[in-house]
């Protein structure tokens, strides 16, 4: 993810345990070669191909890629326990601070 350093820690706490999940400008990615200049989420498949790929990071995309995610991976549920859904949780969100 390009600018979406508050977001992280949640994408973390559901997902973590199956996917690599990076602040992607603090590891050197570059956003223009992504597709995402102005910031964004990106998925790249152990494959190397982009498997999502959207932005702005906001509570859409982040749902969005919830959304992708859950398709075809079990989240950690204990991270689920007394959530809203996904939708809900990422609308609702508010910056850590």
């Given at each position: 993810?390009?600018?979406?350093?508050?977001?992280?820690?949640?994408?973390?706490?559901?997902?973590?345990?199956?996917?690599?999940?990076?602040?992607?400008?603090?590891?050197?990615?570059?956003?223009?070669?992504?597709?995402?200049?102005?910031?964004?989420?990106?998925?790249?498949?152990?494959?190397?191909?982009?498997?999502?790929r959207?932005a702005?990071?906001?509570?859409?995309?982040?749902a969005?890629?919830?959304?992708?995610?859950?398709?075809?991976?079990?989240?950690?549920?204990?991270?689920?326990?007394?959530?809203?859904?996904?939708?809900?949780?990422?609308?609702n969100?508010?910056?850590?601070?």
């Amino acid at each position: 993810m390009f600018g979406a350093a508050r977001h992280l820690d949640r994408v973390r706490a559901r997902w973590g345990k199956l996917v690599s999940i990076v602040d992607a400008s603090e590891a050197g990615f570059d956003a223009a070669e992504t597709g995402v200049p102005d910031g964004g989420a990106v998925l790249v498949r152990p494959d190397g191909f982009i498997g999502f790929r959207a932005a702005p990071v906001d509570s859409e995309t982040m749902a969005a890629l919830d959304a992708h995610l859950a398709s075809y991976l079990i989240p950690d549920i204990d991270a689920r326990r007394g959530r809203r859904t996904s939708e809900q949780e990422w609308t609702n969100a508010t910056p850590s601070t």
